[in-house]
């Protein structure tokens, strides 16, 4: 894989997952809400995913996720159905308690499953990997050397974005003290991870 080929792929990817989507929004709402500390697990899934989509596309697999396609929609209802719960959840969290006690830390593995379903179950992550990618790289000459090289890269321009973006919401989250500031913030971070749900379940 040349460096070209490398750098024409992390560009379109860094422009493509920069900007604001269902994943996006569920994991800055999760931090406006929660904080940065127990996001670890939602965004190692949420790389892992990509990086499976990148596979599949590489490799000449997408007809295995064709074949498949029911599991990858019971997949995509059971992320939008937790991510509506959480949006409820979040809408009605209570604000009297010290910001570090608010809300209660979720479980690991729960979040790691719901980064899953959302990133799998992305239509905008999907036709990027099944539809653009092609466009810009000649898969049918990708060896296995150079799909390591593409999942390295998909890993370190996923990573800064998406710490970027828990940075960004972290600072924000710091200027909410009062429990006022704290309600809208839960209710602000209920609306995008409920907007999360409704724009995956309609694509």
Same mark, same amino acid.
């Given at each position: 894989?040349?460096?070209?080929?490398?750098?024409? $792929?992390? /560009?379109?990817?860094?422009?493509?997952?920069?900007?604001?989507?269902?994943?996006?929004?569920?994991?800055?709402?999760?931090?406006?809400?929660?904080?940065?500390?127990?996001?670890?697990?939602?965004?190692?899934?949420?790389?892992?995913?990509?990086?499976?989509?990148?596979?599949?596309?590489?490799?000449?697999?997408?007809?295995?996720?064709?074949?498949?396609?029911?599991?990858? *929609?019971? *997949?995509?209802?059971?992320?939008?159905?937790?991510?509506?719960?959480?949006?409820?959840?979040?809408?009605?969290?209570?604000?009297?308690?010290?910001?570090?006690?608010?809300?209660?830390?979720?479980?690991?593995?729960?979040?790691?499953?719901?980064?899953?379903? /959302?990133?799998?179950?992305?239509?905008? /992550?999907?036709?990027?990997?099944?539809?653009?990618?092609?466009? *810009?790289?000649?898969?049918?000459?990708?060896?296995?050397?150079?799909?390591?090289?593409?999942?390295?890269?998909?890993?370190?321009?996923?990573?800064?974005?998406? !710490?970027?973006?828990? $940075?960004?919401?972290?600072?924000?989250?710091?200027? !909410?003290?009062?429990?006022?500031?704290?309600? *809208?913030?839960?209710? !602000?971070?209920?609306?995008?991870?409920?907007?999360?749900?409704?724009?995956?379940?309609?694509?």
């Amino acid at each position: 894989m040349t460096l070209g080929a490398l750098a024409l $792929f992390a /560009i379109t990817l860094f422009v493509a997952a920069g900007s604001p989507g269902p994943s996006v929004a569920a994991l800055v709402a999760r931090v406006l809400s929660r904080g940065h500390r127990d996001v670890l697990p939602f965004l190692a899934a949420m790389w892992l995913g990509e990086a499976l989509w990148l596979t599949l596309a590489v490799f000449g697999l997408v007809a295995v996720a064709t074949t498949f396609h029911a599991v990858f *929609i019971v *997949i995509k209802w059971a992320g939008i159905a937790y991510l509506g719960y959480l949006a409820w959840k979040m809408w009605f969290a209570e604000t009297e308690t010290t910001g570090e006690e608010l809300p209660q830390t979720t479980s690991g593995w729960k979040m790691f499953l719901t980064g899953m379903s /959302i990133t799998i179950g992305n239509p905008k /992550i999907m036709m990027f990997y099944v539809a653009l990618l092609p466009t *810009i790289l000649d898969l049918g000459s990708i060896t296995v050397v150079g799909w390591a090289e593409l999942t390295v890269t998909l890993l370190l321009v996923l990573a800064v974005v998406d !710490l970027s973006w828990v $940075f960004l919401a972290s600072k924000a989250r710091r200027l !909410l003290k009062s429990p006022r500031a704290m309600k *809208i913030a839960n209710r !602000l971070s209920a609306g995008m991870i409920g907007g999360a749900a409704v724009a995956i379940a309609t694509r």
